[in-house]
Structures are given as C-alpha cells and as structure tokens.
C-alpha cells in the first residue's frame, strides 16, 4: 500500500526553496546610499548617514548587509548591544523587489548566531503593531510581546517590544 502523499501529482508539491541569491557581509560606509532608500521605503523613516556609521562602531559584526552579486544591498539588518547582554534589532529591512525570497530569514539566522556568540543572553526589538507581516515573522523565531509602547512611532502608532532568550 502506498501512502496518500506518495500518489500526489507533483505539480502539487511545494516548489523547492534554494538559498537567496546573496551573500551576507558586514556593513560598510560605501552601502550607505542604498541602505537609506531602503530604510525610507520600508521603515518611512529618513535618518543622517552619520547615525548609520556610528551606530555600527561599538559592534561592527551586528550590521548585517544582504547584498546581491554586485555587491548592492539588497536588505539590512542593524543590531546592537546598548543594553548589557542584550542585543537589539533596531532596524531590519528588505528591499520590496527581494521579499518573500528567505533574505530576512537569512539576515535574522546569522543575527541570532552572533548574538549568542558574542555572549548575549536576550534579543529584543520594536514593531509596530500594524505590522502583521512583521510580526508573524518575529513570532516565527521565538519572539513574544513584552510590552506595549504607546505612541512609540513619531507619527503616533503604537509599537510592541518583543524579546527572546538567546539559550
Ligand atoms: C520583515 C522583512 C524584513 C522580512 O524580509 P523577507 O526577506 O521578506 O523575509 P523572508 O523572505 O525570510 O520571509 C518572509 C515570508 O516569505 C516566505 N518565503 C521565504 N522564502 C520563500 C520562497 N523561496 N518562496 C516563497 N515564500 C518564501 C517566508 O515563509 C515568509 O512567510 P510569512 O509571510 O509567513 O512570514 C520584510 O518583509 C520587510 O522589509 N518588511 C518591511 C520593513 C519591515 O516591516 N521591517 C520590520 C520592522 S520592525
């Protein structure tokens, strides 16, 4: 006897999942221009280069670039350690054309491993709570809401803080 799976057509199975088409890298000053577009599209928000730079100096490693073949970036991911033991994502971002391809999980894997390797015990972020995508994305690597940050967002939204143990 076979088993129902086995008879299926093909044509229903899951198409297979390669790896994204980049590489990580650590930042570095010349991804500024790109990562600032990105950061305004995705996040709404405009920062001053200088804040990138000097956000990335005490952890240098927690800057993460997703960048594609020619070096571009294709999505970020920013984290630092402010807080002792803790690391924080403070800005997480993929360029719309490259969503839902697994970059943001990508970023998010080597995130966590190096924030374990560096000896960090908790990571933290902030979404806001329209943010379902998010979200659900966040739950699916262990985070849970924490707290609720009422007008957390300079346009007032509210946002929630979510953690998880790095065991
Ligand atoms: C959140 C964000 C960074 C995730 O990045 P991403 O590269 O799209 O993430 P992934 O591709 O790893 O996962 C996204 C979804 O695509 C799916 N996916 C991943 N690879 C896939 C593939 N090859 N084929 C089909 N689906 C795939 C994942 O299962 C996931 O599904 P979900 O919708 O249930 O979560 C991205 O959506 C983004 O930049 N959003 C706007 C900015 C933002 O909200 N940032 C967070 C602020 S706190």
Redesign the pocket.
């Known amino acids: 006897m076979r088993c129902i799976a086995e008879s299926l057509p093909s044509i229903l199975s899951a198409?297979p999942?390669?790896p994204?088409p980049v590489h990580l890298r650590e930042f570095e000053a010349r991804d500024l221009e790109t990562i600032a577009s990105?950061v305004e599209e995705?996040?709404h928000e405009r920062y001053e280069p200088s804040l990138y730079l000097s956000l990335s100096e005490p952890w240098p490693e927690g800057f993460l670039v997703?960048a594609e073949p020619s070096e571009h970036p294709a999505?970020f991911?920013l984290g630092v350690s402010q807080v002792e033991r803790e690391g924080r994502?403070l800005?997480?971002?993929?360029?719309?054309n490259?969503?839902?391809?697994?970059?943001?999980?990508?970023?998010?894997d080597e995130f966590l491993r190096r924030a374990h390797a560096r000896g960090l015990h908790r990571a933290t972020?902030?979404?806001?709570v329209s943010?379902a995508?998010?979200i659900?994305?966040?739950t699916?690597y262990g985070f849970s809401v924490i707290d609720l940050l009422r007008g957390y967002y300079s346009d007032g939204e509210n946002g929630y803080q979510m953690a998880r143990d790095l065991p």
């Open positions: 198409p999942r390669g994204p990105i995705a996040l997703a999505g991911l994502v800005m997480f971002a993929v360029h719309r490259w969503r839902s391809q697994g970059i943001g999980a990508f970023l998010m972020l902030e979404v806001r943010n995508s998010a659900r994305f966040y699916r």
